[in-house]
């Protein structure tokens, strides 16, 4: 197992690295002297996506993230960066995830990490890569260290793997559908992070506990109405819960609470 989970660490640095230049899933292949067909399954079995699918994702994200942060660059400049060579095949790409085009994007959106970097475990974790994935939350453990005193509201997609067999689209549609309902709850000073497959936090600006409930109830008023998917009718619910850690916590210490969070919820 340790040997699989190196070749996966070392998979997912080489498109991290190379996030800007055309690759294709022979080049990682070669640099991690592997076969495409052994690659290609491990990548499936722990992902539940295709290589190429999850280039096109993290590129996107990292588009969408500079949209966002680089007013000053053109959309056209954004799309040729991340390899796509005309405004019509970024805006196309750009649409199926995010539903939207690159330009209402930049005007309307606050978040954009819908698909953040994965984070490997040490070899102790293994297993859990193989179980439940991990996400980079670093930027999230940089502001809480700014925001000791202030609330998280905890979203977790109720039911996400039914929706998910129907179609890894209609789960991706719930994913967006739940970040935009936490988005119209949220002030100018929160900020939301996808902290697992179906789980998110919004990190809020304020100290305290009724301002931080009354927009987790705006957020669980939505639950029960339908995402659309080629017409039909799914609904979609949240678990959702609120919590604080006023204390000094390391990352991983804050991984484990919000877990813990997460966990009871449920039962809410």
Request: hydrophobic share 40%; charged share 30%.
């Amino acid at each position: 197992m340790s040997g699989q989970l190196a070749l996966l660490a070392q998979a997912l640095c080489y498109v991290e690295e190379h996030l800007c230049e055309e690759i294709t899933v022979a080049d990682v292949a070669e640099a991690c002297y592997c076969s495409v067909s052994a690659l290609q399954k491990l990548f499936r079995y722990v992902t539940h996506y295709s290589m190429k699918e999850y280039i096109r994702k993290r590129r996107i994200t990292c588009a969408s993230r500079e949209l966002i942060s680089c007013p000053e660059s053109s959309v056209l400049d954004i799309a040729v960066k991340y390899c796509y060579g005309s405004n019509e095949a970024f805006t196309r790409a750009f649409e199926q995830i995010w539903h939207c085009t690159p330009t209402v994007f930049r005007k309307q959106a606050r978040f954009a990490e819908l698909h953040p970097r994965w984070k490997m475990p040490d070899e102790k974790g293994e297993m859990h890569m193989f179980q439940k994935k991990e996400l980079d939350i670093s930027e999230l453990y940089d502001l809480f260290l700014q925001r000791k005193e202030c609330w998280f509201i905890c979203c977790d997609i109720k039911g996400l793997m039914p929706i998910n067999e129907i179609s890894r689209e209609a789960g991706d549609l719930a994913i967006l559908t739940t970040v935009r309902r936490m988005e119209a709850a949220a002030d100018e000073e929160d900020v939301i992070f996808r902290v697992g497959g179906d789980e998110f936090v919004l990190l809020t600006g304020t100290t305290k506990e009724s301002e931080a409930r009354n927009k987790a109830e705006k957020i669980r008023a939505e639950n029960g109405i339908p995402v659309v998917y080629e017409g039909r009718e799914i609904p979609l619910s949240l678990h959702v819960g609120v919590t604080r850690f006023e204390e000094e916590l390391k990352y991983d210490e804050l991984v484990a609470r919000l877990k813990k969070t997460m966990y009871e919820i449920h039962g809410k």
